[in-house]
């Protein structure tokens, strides 16, 4: 078992004996949440399903990797009214199963994770002194302000008239996002007022995939910088980093932070050390004291300014688990599951990674710069043929409308490559990014009205 190894990785041994027995509820385990569900299974953990009502559409995207989601669920539950009744519906649920944690799947279960958690006396965050939403990136603003460390300058509102003013004396562009989402949905850079304004009229009418319907938008300077990611797992205020990223954001058709992919940072490098000490800051300006985070900061020429918080496990399906497995023989799940019901594992584990990493690799993100009903996919065979590859998602299959890569949600897949001669891996990469270029990775339907094109200008030739 993954847990096993894990466990041997870090020297320490523990016993399932009396795990069954145990109960656990998940709260929104869509993404990376389906595979701490998995993790806690082969634990032996029974594990209760808690869906918000902010789920939305991302109720029952399970990986594919998550073994045992969604069959070998104890239960699963709908949020009800209040926190008492939802409390009671898991009590029963429960049944005999000794109730021992609430922990946070996906990054719209937060607010009632901690809740919850709070409510039944369980480990967790505390949502006291305006902390009952830490998903709110005005909030976590506000936070990282008043601990003296640097934040955006923004303004945040329900109107256009909350907001006109900042408008009107910020220098652009300005970058224009709902308070709560993820995968920079409904994230755009506005170089005038008047786009700002527009965008920001369309984010308040709209349903973003992570947020609510009707919540407030925010107004942001403009950051200039290169974009990190730190997660980490917290334990009664102990920080542990067990990983630090960089992303790989470009402009690209329409979109201004379209993610080609990320790659792993060492923790011993002098960006790594400045990132992680002002990341574990933000941390204790937002209380964070149990659980997972994955923190995305800019480093700007005046040092790290945070971008947001998101207290669950990095996303992405947990597709990035095998990478970081490798490179440092334990990963943020695994890492996560021991804080709440494996203290003696998580206090032997480092505080921070291995320098240097076990092994190199990165993730690929495939990005689309054609549009077309898909008729096969041939550039997938080709990347797993690749010798770095180890792990393929297709988001894109025959049938598909394939659309232009604008953001996260329109990547047509991710490729997770390692390999111990990095000549070979940036050869693959190569690759990949060529076969993007030239149109390669699918073989499009040819409209009506071009195919006849095609037939004329052979006839006339």
Known sequence: HRSKILAAAMGVSWSTRSNSDCCIVVVDPYSTGGMVVSELLRREFQVIALWTKEVGE??????????????????ELDQQNSLP??????KEAADDKELVAVMCGGETGVKVADALAEFMGLRGNSTADGM????????????????GLRSVRSACGTTWSDVAHFAEQEKYPLIVKPVESAGSDGVKKCNTKEEAQQHFELLMNSQRKCGAQGAAVLLQEFLKGTEYI???VTCDG???ITMVWVYDRRAANEGDFVNFGQKCVLADLDVAQQLIKYSKACLDALRITNGASHTEVMLTEDGPCLVEVNSRCHGLSGAWMPLVQALTGYNQVGVCVDAFVDRGAFEKLPELPPSPFLAEGEIVNLISYHEGIVEATPGFQRVRQLPSLVYLEETVHIGDHLCKTTDLFT????????HGDPKCLAADVAQIRQMEMDGELFHLKTPLLTRFALRLRRATS
């Open 58 to 75: 991302n109720r029952g995207h399970f990986p594919a990797a998550a073994e045992g989601v969604p069959e070998r669920f104890f239960a």
């Open 85 to 90: 009744e939802t409390a009671q519906i898991i």
């Open 132 to 147: 009952d939403n830490r998903r709110d990136k005005r909030v976590q603003q506000n936070a990282v302000k008043k601990a």
């Open 230 to 232: 730190v997660d980490a």
């Open 238 to 240: 102990v920080h542990k």
């Open 411 to 418: 990547v047509t897949g991710m490729a997770v490559l390692i």
